[in-house]
């Protein structure tokens, strides 16, 4: 039967479609302009931001005797393959010990992560839950000391319908103790039957690292303001991890050159661009404007660059008589540069649909921000604009280097994120943080800082199943928790809106 649509109907799609673009162009063009004011503050109730995630990406499954990452597993136990036919061969593609071990992968990750309770209802069989497997897995969230990591060392075919997995737990207090896991099918799922724990050794003090012969460890000094998350509180802290106090709440803090006062956006009434002295006082707005974001100082200290974007969050989907149309993300966004001491401003002729992210040259030359291909330039006095080549359309939050001749910035490798650094003229691109690319989840390591010296760099991780400051020499070397677990009750956290989480200053 051939069917074909009517004219009429052709015709009022056509019709919304061309309602449908031109009113977001004239959402685009109707962006307001921001205006300085001297407006004071006034205590109104705190609407979050909605910040975007990148798109999902497939995850490879891990290589055999894979470690285990301490982050919490994605994926719940596979369904199973039903048992072969007489004469047939157990397994012959070894489907099933590949999903056997992902069980096994996962209830151990699930167990690093704190997640006992999905630890429970998704990876052990009925007798297990209702035996003493199950009831370890219930006290473990209260076990002392907690259990701080988890990996897989050996997994093997036990008998025709089961597989056994040799795991190594690690304990917060140093110790380490073998754990055993028998997996059967049930319902269709290679599910965990019976745990058996080896004994838990003594732990024995770790001895202190000495510095590297001929290479001094790093020292570091000045002090930080970081975000807990997007909107939420900002804090200060000295790089020792002394100090420790809460300055107020907003978005991107950043230092001023001088080191008196930190810029920062508020997505709250009354919106806008705000200041603060490390010491809390003296916050004023100099910027009114809704949506405002990653504020960044003029090397002078004399003007400020932020960025304002607007549109879909997603892919907006249309239905008409029946028929969907799906039109894709929009986005309309502007740099503009704010002077501190003669209230002017000046949107910058960029060429991107959305802009993110600027940070200035040492020089005050040049701004370096994220664009819609990836990282981007503009000379700010003869507004030449340019792109650096090899780069990556996924390339993000760049950061100069105190000196000028370095970029750090992240960048998306297959299932997750990374910390890079290239020269200034976009070459040498190097990769200074890596994942194991074989885990189901590997974590992901963003948002970088440099310290004032340029000997070192500060960035957010979740390796260790939360996000932490991290930080490492410029050459990627040396890599460990700035302040250790000290930070975890506040809850830090990356929300993947381009957002500046850490500024160091002297």
Known sequence: MHCAMSRDRISAIRLVTAVVLLSLAACGSG?????????????????????????????????????????????????????????????????DERLARRTAEGFLARLAAGETDSAFGLFLTDGAQQGEAGRWVSHLAEADPRLAGAALLEFRRATLASYEARGLLRW???????????????????????????????????????????????????????????????YVVNADGSGLRRLTDGLDP??????????????????????????GSGEERVVDGVQLKE??????????????????????TLCFFGFCFTLPPFSTGQMWLAGLESGEFLSLPLDDRAVHSPTWSPDGRRIVYAGDQGLAWIDVETMEKGR??????????????????????????????????????GSGRTRLTASDPRLTDPPDNVAPAWSPDGRSLAFLSNRDGRWRIYVMEADGSDQRPLFGDRLDGLGLRYEWAAERVISWTQ
Do not use: C
Not at 295 to 316: C, E, H, I, M, Q
């Open 388 to 425: 650096f080549a090899g780069g990556s359309a996924w390339d993000s939050s760049p950061a100069f280097s105190p000196d000028g001749r370095k970029i750090a910035f992240m960048g998306r490798v297959h299932n997750r994120w990374e910390v890079f650094t290239m020269n200034a003229d």
């Open 31 to 95: 962006m307001p302009t921001p205006t300085p004011t001297a407006i004071p503050l006034a205590a109104t109730a705190t609407p979050s931001p909605r910040p975007s995630k990148p798109p999902a990406t497939a995850t490879a499954a891990p290589l055999p005797f894979s470690p285990v990452p301490a982050t919490p597993a994605q994926a719940t136990p596979a369904a199973a393959p039903t048992q072969p036919a007489a004469g047939k061969s157990a397994d012959p593609f070894g489907l």
């Open 254 to 279: 950043a230092w001023s050159p001088d080191g008196k006062r930190i810029a920062f956006t508020r997505w709250r009434t009354p919106w806008g661009v705000y200041l603060i002295h490390p010491d």
């Open 172 to 234: 917060a207090d140093g110790s380490n103790q073998t754990v055993t896991l028998t997996l059967v099918q049930q319902r269709g799922l290679w599910l965990v039957e019976a745990i058996t724990l080896g004994d838990r050794p003594t732990p024995t003090p770790t001895p202190t690292p000495r510095p590297r012969a001929g290479r001094p460890a790093p020292r570091l000094a000045g002090r930080l303001v970081f975000q807990v998350s997007s909107g939420g509180d900002l």
């Open 295 to 316: 504020v960044a100082w003029s090397p002078d200290g004399k003007k400020l660059a932020f960025t304002v974007n607007r549109g879909s969050a997603g892919p907006v």
